[in-house]
């Protein structure tokens, strides 16, 4: 077997495990809505984190572009491919520790997601290409333009859903009311 096709079946087993272990925590692989979405477009919905691809999606891209430049930080000589596994890998996990009753509870408590369940394990798969699609792009935009395309995706998604990475993270490590209730809208 070629040795580049080794950090796609890493890959391969990352989207197996976390599949694996989302299921074993009690996730849905589907919507119980009964029905299968490749893109759910309503923010504050039902389906959000239900769907393959909802508008929070565009946040596990930023994933990929983070991972993509801190690895290529800490890991210069490992080759791209495996970089981009080792950031699938970290998302993996991260699908995993988010979907836990500790994290759901503290984004319920954090932010305005108050009917946030968790995701199914469709939508978690596609958070984990999602990040993929991120360190892949990074890749080939470079420092500069991944850092603008950063800024400007935080930006629509901040006008659009009125949430992003940035403010998700804010308001995880420091509640704000005020920011939770601008978030709601109010």
Not at 39 to 46: F, K, L, S, T
Not at 62 to 80: D, I, K, T
Not at 111 to 138: F, I, K, M, R, W
Request: glycine content about 6%; overall charge positive.
């Amino acid at each position: 077997m070629k040795r580049r096709l080794w950090p796609w079946l890493a890959v391969a087993a990352a989207l197996a495990a976390a599949a694996f272990e989302l299921r074993r925590q009690g996730r849905l692989w589907l919507c119980s809505c009964g029905h299968f979405r490749v893109w759910y477009g309503d923010a504050w919905g039902a389906e959000t984190s239900q769907q393959l691809f909802d508008p929070y999606s565009f946040t596990h891209v930023l994933h990929g572009f983070a991972f993509c430049g801190l690895l290529a930080l800490l890991l210069p000589r490992v080759g791209w491919r495996w970089r981009v596994a080792l950031a699938v890998a970290a998302e993996a996990l991260w699908e995993v520790f988010e979907n836990t009753e500790f994290v759901i509870n503290r984004y319920r408590e954090a932010t305005a997601a108050l009917g946030y369940n968790g995701d199914t394990v469709v939508n978690s798969l596609g958070d984990v290409l999602a990040c993929a699609a991120g360190a892949l792009l990074a890749r080939r935009l470079g420092l500069v333009r991944t850092l603008l395309l950063f800024a400007l995706t935080e930006a629509v998604l901040l006008f659009w859903i009125r949430d992003s990475l940035l403010l998700n993270i804010i308001l995880l490590v420091y509640p704000s009311e005020k920011l939770r209730a601008w978030q709601a809208g109010h």
